[in-house]
T-cell receptor
Framework: GNSVTQMEGPVTLSEEAFLTINCTYTATGYPSLFWYVQYPGEGLQLLLKATKADDKGSNKGFEATYRKETTSFHLEKGSVQVSDSAVYFCAQSGGLTGGGNKLTFGTGTQLKVEL | GAGVSQTPSNKVTEKGKYVELRCDPISGHTALYWYRQSLGQGPEFLIYFQGTGAADDSGLPNDRFFAVRPEGSVSTLKIQRTERGDSAMYLC???????????FGPGTRLLVL
């Protein structure tokens, strides 16, 4: 079945450091890919998405590119801030099985940004 | 505008009891999803509705779990004979149509003692 694998946390960075959180997926067909973020005490929020190969999603300085050849959707940010501290979830939906857009999530990666 | 709301925010119950969790989707959203998130894990799909009908309930763990959406808006997730293993955060999401972005509510944290 469909699955998502993302790097384990916590990831601890200094402010202004470069961030990469790796995410790979297995799927039948070509799913849509997402990054969701969960800030402390808040609900899941969509950060960015990409719906087809080579698409780049971007938001709030974060970027991720849908790489079909490596089945990856790595999250990057050039310069993190303390306010980026949160748990980040990679997710996929759809593919050949459709599934009505139900999301399959990774286990989440906690990011801590320190001054 | 108002987002997805869920009530209660926290629910503590005893093993064997019945519980109901409510979800109010964003107005006009036709699709509604339930997920369960255990501590340290990502959300796992339970069931989704298109309008009033359950289009896919393949994620429900067993027949103690049931969900309804009688008027195509509010949904209730019902758990009978609760077990300690049911303790988790229950998340609801809605989308304008199938295939559109899902917007999540804050969740209901269920604790079964």
């Amino acid at each position: 079945g469909n699955s998502v694998t993302q790097m384990e946390g916590p990831v601890t960075l200094s402010e202004e450091a470069f961030l990469t959180i790796n995410c790979t997926y297995t799927a039948t067909g070509y799913p849509s890919l997402f990054w969701y973020v969960q800030y402390p005490g808040e609900g899941l929020q969509l950060l960015l998405k990409a719906t087809k190969a080579d698409d780049k999603g971007s938001n709030k300085g974060f970027e991720a590119t849908y790489r079909k050849e490596t089945t990856s959707f790595h999250l990057e940010k050039g310069s993190v801030q303390v306010s980026d501290s949160a748990v980040y979830f990679c997710a996929q939906s759809g593919g050949l099985t459709g599934g009505g857009n139900k999301l399959t999530f990774g286990t989440g990666t906690q990011l801590k940004v320190e001054l | 505008g108002a987002g997805v709301s869920q009530t209660p925010s926290n629910k503590v119950t005893e093993k064997g009891k019945y519980v109901e969790l409510r979800c109010d989707p964003i107005s006009g959203h036709t699709a509604l999803y339930w997920y369960r998130q255990s501590l340290g894990q990502g959300p796992e799909f339970l069931i989704y509705f298109q309008g009033t009908g359950a289009a896919d309930d393949s994620g429900l763990p067993n027949d103690r779990f049931f969900a309804v959406r009688p008027e195509g808006s509010v949904s209730t997730l019902k758990i009978q004979r609760t077990e300690r293993g049911d303790s988790a955060m229950y998340l609801c999401a809605s989308s304008l149509e199938i295939g559109e972005t899902q917007y999540f509510g804050p969740g209901t944290r269920l604790l079964v003692l």
